[in-house]
C-alpha cells in the first residue's frame, strides 16, 4: 500500500510540475489599409508620403521617396485603391504600376500598397517596413502589380516576354535593430522553369505568405526582387514591384501555468503533506 501511494504521490507531482505551461494570448495587428484619407477617391493612388518620408500606419513605417522635379517619381511604398487597368498596351504598361493583378485588396477589400524597389546605376532604394515596437513579424499577402504581370507575359518596350527558364522572385529580408541581415522568406511572383510550359505561371491572386520564421528580431522587412530578365548593365528588365495587404503583426504572450497545472500541483503537495504524516505514524 505504501508503494502504491508513494506511486499515485509521484504521478501527481509529476503532472504538476511537467504540465506544458499555455501562452497568454499573443497581440495580433492586422494593417489593412483601409480608411486612410488620401484614398477616399476611387481609382486612385498615393505616391508622396511628404517630408516625414515615409506612411506611418498602425505604428509600422513604409518609407517613401517621391521627386516631383521631372514629373512625378517615387519608389518605396504607395497607396492604391485602383481596380481598372489604365492601359493594355505593351508600351503603356506602366501606367498600371499601381494596380494589383485581382484588382482589389486580398479578400476583396478595397485598399492595398504597392512596393517598388530599384536597382539601377542611378538609383538603388529598397522598399522597406519598419515594424511597430515590440511587434513581430506575422504574415503578408502578396500579389504581382499588372504592371509587372504585363511585362512578364507579353512584354513591352524594356522588358522581354518570360520564356522558359525565367523567373521573377521576391525575398522578403528580415533586418534586425542594426540594419544586419538575419533571414528571408523567398515569393514566387512568376515560375517559368518546369519542363512543362503548362505548368509556368505568373502569380494573379493574392497569397498569404508566412514571416515567422524571421523571428522578433527582425526590426524591418526590406523587399529585394530577383528577375532573370536583366540587360546587359546587368540592371533587372521586369517591373520590380509587387502589391500588398494585410500586414500581420503579434507581441508573444507571457508564458503562465494553466488554471488546471495549479490545482494538480495543489494536491501534489497536499498528498505529500499526507504521506509524511502516514509515514510518521506508522514509524
Known amino acids: 500500500m505504501r508503494l502504491a501511494a508513494a506511486s499515485t504521490l509521484a504521478l501527481s507531482l509529476s503532472l504538476a510540475f511537467t504540465s506544458a505551461p499555455a501562452l497568454a494570448a499573443d497581440v495580433y495587428k492586422k494593417t489593412t489599409f483601409e480608411g486612410l484619407p488620401g484614398l477616399a477617391a476611387p481609382e486612385s493612388a498615393v505616391n508622396d508620403a511628404g517630408p516625414s518620408g515615409s506612411f506611418d500606419i498602425d505604428g509600422n513605417a513604409f518609407n517613401n521617396y517621391f521627386d516631383g522635379t521631372f514629373g512625378s517619381y517615387w519608389?518605396?511604398?504607395?497607396?492604391?485603391n485602383q481596380t481598372q487597368p489604365l492601359s493594355n498596351q505593351p508600351d503603356l504598361d506602366f501606367?498600371?504600376?499601381?494596380?494589383?493583378?485581382?484588382?482589389?485588396?486580398?479578400?476583396g477589400s478595397a485598399n492595398y500598397?504597392?512596393?517598388?524597389?530599384?536597382e539601377s546605376v542611378y538609383r538603388t532604394n529598397y522598399a522597406e517596413i519598419a515594424l511597430a515596437d515590440g511587434q513581430s513579424a506575422y504574415s503578408i499577402d502578396v500579389t504581382n502589380t499588372?504592371?509587372?504581370?504585363?511585362?512578364?507575359t507579353q512584354g513591352d518596350g524594356w522588358a522581354r516576354a518570360f520564356g522558359a527558364g525565367d523567373f521573377f522572385r521576391l525575398a522578403i529580408e528580415g533586418l534586425d535593430a542594426s540594419g544586419s541581415l538575419i533571414g528571408s522568406v523567398l515569393v514566387t511572383l512568376a515560375d517559368y522553369t518546369a519542363a512543362d510550359p503548362l505548368d509556368w505561371y505568373a502569380l494573379d491572386d493574392w497569397t498569404t505568405v508566412d514571416l515567422t520564421s524571421l523571428g522578433s528580431d527582425a526590426r524591418t522587412l526590406r523587399f529585394n526582387f530577383e528577375s532573370t530578365d536583366v540587360g546587359p548593365d546587368g540592371e533587372a528588365r521586369t517591373p520590380l514591384t509587387a502589391a500588398v495587404d494585410n500586414l500581420t503583426t503579434?507581441?508573444?504572450g507571457a508564458a503562465v501555468p494553466e488554471p488546471a497545472s495549479w490545482a494538480l500541483m495543489g494536491l501534489g503537495l497536499a498528498g505529500a503533506a499526507a504521506l509524511g504524516r502516514r509515514r510518521g505514524t506508522n514509524s
Do not use: E, H, K, T
Open 75 to 80: 519608389d518605396g511604398w504607395a497607396l492604391s
Open 95 to 107: 501606367l498600371n504600376q499601381y494596380l494589383a493583378v485581382p484588382g482589389s485588396g486580398a479578400g
Open 113 to 118: 500598397a504597392v512596393a517598388y524597389s530599384p
Open 146 to 152: 499588372l504592371y509587372a504581370y504585363q511585362a512578364i
Open 250 to 252: 503579434f507581441a508573444p
